[in-house]
C-alpha cells in the first residue's frame, strides 16, 4: 500500500471496527478485516466527502481514519 502521497486515509466501520474496501469486480462496498485491503484516500477532503455520502446512503457514517508511515 506505498504511494508517492504523504498522506492516506481509509473509512473504518463505527460498528464493525473494521475497514472499508472496494470489490474490484462489482465496485461494491465491502467491510474488511485489514488496513492493507482498505479503500485509500489521499486527501482528508477526499475521504470525508465519501464517508458523508456513505452515511447518507447505509444510515451510519464511517470514521475517517489517518494511516502513519
Not at 464493525?16 to 474496501?21: D, E, K, T
Not at 488496513?35 to 446512503?57: K, L, M, N, P, S
Amino acid at each position: 500500500m506505498l504511494t508517492k502521497y504523504a498522506e492516506r486515509f481509509v473509512l473504518r466501520s463505527c460498528s464493525q471496527g473494521l475497514y472499508l474496501g472496494v470489490n474490484a469486480s462489482s465496485s461494491q462496498i465491502e467491510v474488511r478485516d485489514s488496513v492493507e485491503d482498505a479503500w485509500v484516500f489521499h486527501t482528508h477532503e477526499g475521504a470525508v466527502t465519501h464517508a458523508r455520502w456513505i452515511g447518507e446512503v447505509h444510515g451510519e457514517t464511517p470514521d475517517v481514519v489517518k494511516l502513519t508511515v
